[in-house]
């Protein structure tokens, strides 16, 4: 058996090297894209032939040195710079937390990621200049330090900034810990801090910049997308899950730049393998341009002189978990462990003391290396690209953090770790400024600051940074534009989704604003009635459609097209969010007032999605989400895992989120018009959630009046026969039902109840805080009276309020209505029945309205005990039914 290492097992270095050439010189005759064709077709048949395939290449740099390019810049300088930027991040957290301790803030994320920040900056990152669209870049949230100080020192923001970092709520401005554009309008663009959201925003990011260009909104730019991500944030699932969306698209526009610094928060992320390497094999699989970054230059002597493999080897080898080790426990270490498992590696690195061992450096702390990656990825024709850098946690730090499973907030922190950077780093700041912690800025007239401004300004302005403008996005539509749907159906069954449908087509038509829509639907959009869409919009495809559909010859068939307008993103909510997303801040990412509307599966919405939810909210996002197939009772069939009850209490949590649950179609109207006219006309940062259902029945033509109880969330639909003793609340389909018991109550026990339609509970509860805050804090003034109490007009009357989620929607509005409320609502799990089932189950049918206003009625002795059990027995309720709550 050959004792030489695996790689070094060729039978014919010639041939090798002839294959080589071969390649090469098809690269640069015919370019990449073709190389890659080319190497596909032989993978393909090397597999048919029976080769076994690895996705992974050898455990050192893509880029070899001798196809590396000079470094363009002042090298000195800007590790100079660096070196600053680096000082005050670390001075700006310790500062923040003597004041405060345990306020927090990570230091080793951006000890670690500086340099690859830093060539970003200095030589690819642009800004908005002229007919130049910006780059868009998502920063690795938890390394905001670095950000920060990198402003302070090109003077935009100031020492009290800096000085109030985590400290937002003093009278100075406040830096926010994480990138928040809700908490700095002017500066984030991209929420980024809960991990796996950049990576999966910045995919469909991409994505959505190309949509607008094949639709003609945009025109084609070279513009980047570019996104920090940590090695540890790779496994949430959204970080990968939409990898083959952007080699499926070709998006050459995205480049992933993953720190891979081998380490998490408690420990490394792969102590028993390798992170790069498994990245590496995903990345690949998923079909991108992948481009590892992993020795520093210093180590290229040492791969030139390993000429039998044995570095490549122990290379290969090691497991991160041991890689960490070399890099925490010195060059002795390293000498003893690494090199020194092998006699051939010793003799390698004899000359070398164990200083320059200790100092071998990572490739992503090397200005050099990390240029020419970026300028590779730079160049990379019709694939994403992904550079995976190898970085040290802590990088500079000391011996309490580098390369350590060192808790990341900044305790410990102190005055003589200060002091070790700026000696490790041989910086020249003067001894008082560290004593106090202080920040250090060398002076406007500095090499380094003019350095570093003046590259910003030739690549078109400072980053990150977010606009804000007052003026009107666009000018809403007048209510009139819905005539047909403030109609309605003339006695015809339609679903309040089919009204949805009605208001979206005339969107679509309308002359200014139609081509701004943009409606997107994971699938089923043939569930929601939406295939017209198919046809008259088209679906986005950015290849056109290649194929003849199978259902061509119908009239509504699958028709996709490169300038389509819908978006079918297939079965991902995440991925729908994401779009959904970049079209709901194109108004300030791009100046294009986008209106998206994503309409889902409501089961699948806020539950599944939440947090891409929040931080959309975070984004200033606007836009329409609308929940289909709608309610716990309303959709039947489906059962427990498909009803949603409870998709209108997880809205009410986003402060941004205005919600409805309407029960016409002529309110779909006048909320989708209030939407445009407060999100782009008055650019109120706010969105809207409304849920549509499929149950067919008349839809009413709109009365007179009942605007503004529509958007403020409640009006009287149908008044009593008489003076109303009681009132029935009703919403979405339910409103239905409290038509129905109100007859029964008038008929079947002389009780007259006015009915209401409560198109959101949490709009009402919402305006009822906040006139219960003002009171509260101007108790000589005349107090002021919630919209629900005028509504109702101050009646004391109880009233039983129903609708298809759950009670505690109702509940909200009890301390304003003491004693008043009883509600009805589907908490409990769903079940696969038919709505009158359903509806009896959760007792939300009209019986169980009309009962449980005469049970409430007995209460105050309006009627009597005896005729309240009397009409359970009467309507065929079961007094002993289970509790739907719990069973
Ligand atoms: C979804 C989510 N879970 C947990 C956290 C808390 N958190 C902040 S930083 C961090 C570790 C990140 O590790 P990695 O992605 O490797 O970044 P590094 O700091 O190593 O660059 C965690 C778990 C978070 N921000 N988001
Ligand atoms: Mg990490």
């Known amino acids: ?178 990138p928040h554009p809700w908490l700095m309008p002017d500066f984030w663009q991209f929420p980024t801090v809960s991990m796996g959201l950049g990576p999966i925003n910045a995919i469909y990011q991409a994505r959505f ?41 070709h998006l050459d526009n995205l480049i992933f730049v993953v720190n891979c610094n081998l380490q998490r928060l408690d420990g490394p992320v792969r102590g028993n393998g390798k992170i790069i390497q498994e990245l590496e094999a ?69 000359s070398m003391p164990d200083q320059e061992l200790a100092d071998l450096t990572r490739g992503g702390h090397d200005l050099a290396k990390v240029y020419n990656a970026y300028r590779q990825a730079l160049q990379a024709e019709g694939v994403p690209t992904v550079v995976l850098a190898k970085t040290v946690k802590g990088y500079g730090l000391g011996d309490a953090a580098e390369g350590r499973n060192f808790a990341h907030n900044a305790k410990k922190l102190k005055e003589e770790q200060l002091r070790y950077v700026v000696r490790r780093f041989a910086m020249n700041v003067p001894e008082e400024k560290i004593g106090k912690l202080e920040l250090y800025h060398p002076g406007p007239e500095s090499l380094e600051i003019q350095y570093m401004k003046q590259r910003r300004e030739t690549l078109g302005g400072a980053l990150p940074s977010r606009k804000i403008d007052e003026n009107p996005l666009l000018i809403a539509p007048p209510l009139e534009t819905f005539a047909e749907v403030l109609k309605g159906s003339n006695g015809r069954a339609v679903s309040t989704t089919s009204g949805l449908n009605a208001v979206l087509n005339m969107l679509i038509k309308h002359k200014e604003l139609g081509r701004y829509i943009v409606p997107i639907i994971p699938d089923e959009g043939r569930t929601f009635g939406m295939e017209s869409l198919f046809r008259s919009i088209g679906i986005y495809a950015s290849g056109g459609q290649i194929y003849t559909p199978v259902d061509s010859d119908q009239f509504l068939y699958y028709r996709e097209a490169k300038n389509g307008q819908l978006i079918q993103e297939g079965i991902t909510e995440a991925g729908s969010m994401a779009t959904f997303t970049a079209a709901g801040t194109a108004y300030a990412n791009l100046g294009i007032p986008t209106i998206p509307f994503f309409v889902f599966y409501s089961m699948f919405g806020f539950q599944r999605v ?63 018009q209030d939407g445009l006219r407060c999100m782009y006309q008055q650019r109120e940062d706010c969105f809207y959630y409304f849920t549509v259902y499929n149950e067919n029945y008349p839809q009413p033509a709109m009365p007179q009046g009942v605007q503004e109880g529509i958007v ?118 769903g079940r696969s029945d038919n709505r009158e089932h359903l509806r009896r189950h959760f007792e939300v049918d009209a019986v169980g309205i009309a009962s449980a206003a005469l049970s409430r009625l007995a209460q105050d002795g309006t009627v009597t005990p005896e005729t309240a059990q009397l009409a359970i027995a009467q309507l065929g309720i079961d007094p002993n039914q289970r509790d739907a709550a719990i069973s």
């Open 282 to 350: 995903s990345f690949l699989g998923a079909g991108w341009n992948v481009i590892k970054c992993i020795c520093g230059s210093n180590w290229d002597a040492l791969f030139a002189r390993d000429t039998e493999g044995w570095l490549a080897k122990r290379m290969a080898e090691c497991v991160d978990g041991e890689f960490q080790a070399f890099k925490a426990r010195g060059g002795a270490y390293v000498r003893e462990h690494f090199f020194g498992k092998y006699p051939q590696l010793l003799k390698l690195v004899e």
């Open 1 to 178: 058996m050959s004792t030489l290492p695996l790689q070094l097992r060729r039978t014919d270095p010639i041939q090798t090297s002839e294959w080589l050439e071969c390649l090469e010189q098809l690269i640069e005759v015919d370019g990449t894209a073709y190389a890659s064709q080319l190497l596909e077709r032989l993978l393909q048949r090397a597999a048919e032939m029976g080769v076994p395939l690895r996705h992974n290449t050898a455990y050192r740099n893509t880029i070899p040195p001798e196809r590396e390019f000079p470094f363009p810049g002042d090298l000195a300088l800007e590790r100079r710079i660096e070196n600053l930027i680096r000082y005050n991040a670390l001075a700006m957290v310790a500062r923040a937390n003597k004041c405060d301790e345990n306020i927090g803030g990570h230091m080793a994320s951006y000890a670690s990621v500086a340099t690859l920040f830093e060539v970003g900056f200095n030589h690819f990152f642009r800004g908005s200049i002229g007919d130049q669209p910006g780059d868009m870049v998502y920063f690795q949230g938890h390394s905001s330090p670095g950000i920060y100080a990198r402003a302070f020192l090109e003077g935009r923001l100031s020492e009290s900034h800096l000085a109030n970092f985590r400290h937002e709520l003093r009278s100075e401005p406040g830096l926010s810990s994480y």
């Open 712 to 829: 403020r969330g409640l009006y009287r639909f149908r008044a009593a026969q008489g003076t109303p003793v009681i009132h029935l609340f009703g919403s979405g389909p339910i409103l239905n039902e409290a038509l129905k018991a109100q007859e029964i109550l008038a008929e079947k026990y002389n009780v007259t109840a006015d009915v209401w339609s409560v198109t959101s509970y949490v709009e009402l509860r919402r305006d009822a805080l906040a006139c219960e805050r003002w009171n509260r804090l101007h108790p000589g003034e005349t107090p002021r009276i919630p919209y629900l109490l005028q509504a109702l007009n101050e009646s004391k009357a109880p009233i039983v309020a129903a609708s298809d989620y759950l009670k505690i929607m109702a509940d909200g509005l009890a301390p304003w209505l003491p004693g008043q409320v009883v509600a009805l609502g589907t908490d409990g799990f």
């Open 209 to 249: 910049l190309r949509y607008l260009e094949n639709r003609g909104i945009t025109k084609p730019s070279t513009r980047k997308v570019w996104a920090f991500l940590g090695d540890g944030e790779m496994d949430e699932p959204e970080s990968r899950g939409a990898l083959t969306v952007a080699s499926r698209e």
């Open 610 to 672: 939440g947090d891409l939810i929040w931080a959309f909210a975070d984004a200033r996002g606007k836009g329409f989400m609308v929940g289909g197939t709608a309610g716990r009772t309303t959709l039947l069939g489906e059962g427990l895992q498909h009803m949603d009850g409870h998709s209108h209490v997880l809205a009410s949590t986003v402060p941004t989120c205005r919600s409805y649950d309407p029960a016409y179609a002529y309110e779909i109207a006048v909320i989708v």
